[in-house]
């Protein structure tokens, strides 16, 4: 069992969630593949750095990620940034021949994702992007039974990704209002999820149908480095410009003939983190909700006519990733397993020399889809989606 000494950029929100799993995963999946070491941990600067370390457990700190990147011990570089830093790091990173796990979206446009998806390509290095939603048991487990023909062929996937964070006009102008720095504002911060779930589940995106809102145009000015997330507010000073959008509405046209839709926004007041979807097909239905992750609901065509109707099956040791988490049906999980298991695989890619999924192929394959969505919303009409396959072969 090998250990792996990990440089983990970004000390906020989803570095505790990536420290957690690396301090965790072991301890679910034994023996596991490699040991994760929690060996440098980056921040804006000495003094975050250095509390980030000792609150995560990493035995170094620095608040300069390139030392990180040029550390010849380190094997992985862990990108937990925002959003506008994602490229250069991963750049570097795949340059100097380091694994990456990157979180979502995989960079602020598609120019920027091309160019991670090329660097890691030619550094052959193990590369993954973290949609860690679809590593929830139930969710695997509605791939299991779509790969098994229990609903048959897929007709339509409804999916949402409802929050109510920044619903109040006086919760902060966070980074994930600035399109300089996020890129796009509910598309990319919460509807990939949904999209990376829709691929997953139900095929590659062929042509979709848009519409963008924003509906608070300004915000109060943040005070402090940290990504309030909502949970503060502004007040009456100062402020700031929102420029990305609110609220993302599409339809979507799969290339394997299905339809579907996908809603997200930040602002529906009494939601928190409704991830759902729905999967109609010719021999059954499967419907998730994230805040019932647990369950997933099942319909088959087979069912008796008296019987027939959603029932609920609840994930546990019988259920993809089972072997590893709790022994009893229903005791629960939270988002620190779907990290936990992302973790894990990731590592087990890398052990055994092989790839994994979702990487930075899918990440460039979700942006392009989110090109497609605006540029559908800027001009009210379907936009074809094209895919990284056919733009890979004609790029050289």
């Known amino acids: 069992m090998k250990n792996l000494n990990v440089g983990l950029i970004g000390g906020g929100f989803m570095g505790k969630a990536h420290s957690l799993a690396y301090s965790a995963m072991p301890m679910f999946f034994w023996p596991a593949p490699a040991l994760p070491v929690r060996h440098t941990i980056a921040e804006a600067n000495d003094a975050l750095a250095a509390e980030a370390a000792r609150r995560f457990g990493f035995e170094n700190s620095t608040a300069d990620w390139r030392r990180i990147v040029d550390d010849p011990a380190i094997d992985v570089v862990d990108i937990a940034t925002p959003n506008h830093l994602h490229a250069e790091i991963a750049i570097a990173a795949a340059q100097a021949g380091k694994h990456i796990i990157c979180e979502k979206p995989l960079a602020r446009t598609v120019e ?22 679809r590593r929830t048991p139930a969710v695997a487990l509605a791939k299991k039974y779509i790969e098994e023909g229990a609903i048959g062929r897929i007709l339509n996937f409804r999916g949402t990704y409802l929050q109510d964070w920044s619903a109040d006009p006086n919760s902060p102008l966070s980074w994930r209002f600035q399109k300089n720095i996020a890129g796009s504002g509910a598309l990319g911060d919460i509807a990939t999820h949904v999209v990376d779930m829709a691929r997953y589940l139900a095929g590659e995106f062929a042509s979709v149908n848009s519409v963008l809102s924003t509906w608070i145009p300004e915000r109060p000015l943040q005070t402090g480095g940290a990504d309030a997330l909502g949970n503060v507010r502004g007040g009456e000073g100062p402020r700031g410009e929102v420029d990305v959008d609110d609220e993302v509405m599409t339809m979507v046209r799969f290339t394997n003939g299905a339809v579907g839709s996908i809603e997200a926004t930040r602002n529906a007041y009494g939601r928190n983190n409704f991830i759902t979807f729905e999967i109609h097909g010719t021999e059954g239905s499967i419907a998730f909700n994230y805040e019932r992750r647990d369950e997933l609901q099942v319909c088959f065509a087979s069912d008796q006519n008296d019987r027939r109707g959603f029932r609920t099956v609840y994930t546990g040791p019988a259920h993809p990733y089972g072997d590893g988490l709790w022994p009893i049906p229903a005791l629960g999980i939270g988002y620190g397993e779907t990290k936990i298991i992302e973790a894990h695989d990731f590592f087990k890619a890398i052990a055994e020399g092989g790839s994994v999924s979702p990487n930075f192929a899918d990440g460039y394959q979700t942006a392009l889809i989110d090109d497609a969505i605006i540029t559908s919303a800027d001009k009210g009409a379907w936009v074809d989606v094209p895919s990284v396959g056919e733009l890979s072969t004609t790029a050289k």
């Not at 090329?118 to 973290?130: E, N």
Request: avoid cysteine; charge should be negative; proline fraction near 0%.
């Open 112 to 133: 920027e994702s091309k160019a991670m998806y090329d660097a890691v390509k030619d550094a052959g290095i193990v590369h993954m992007v973290a949609f860690n939603y």
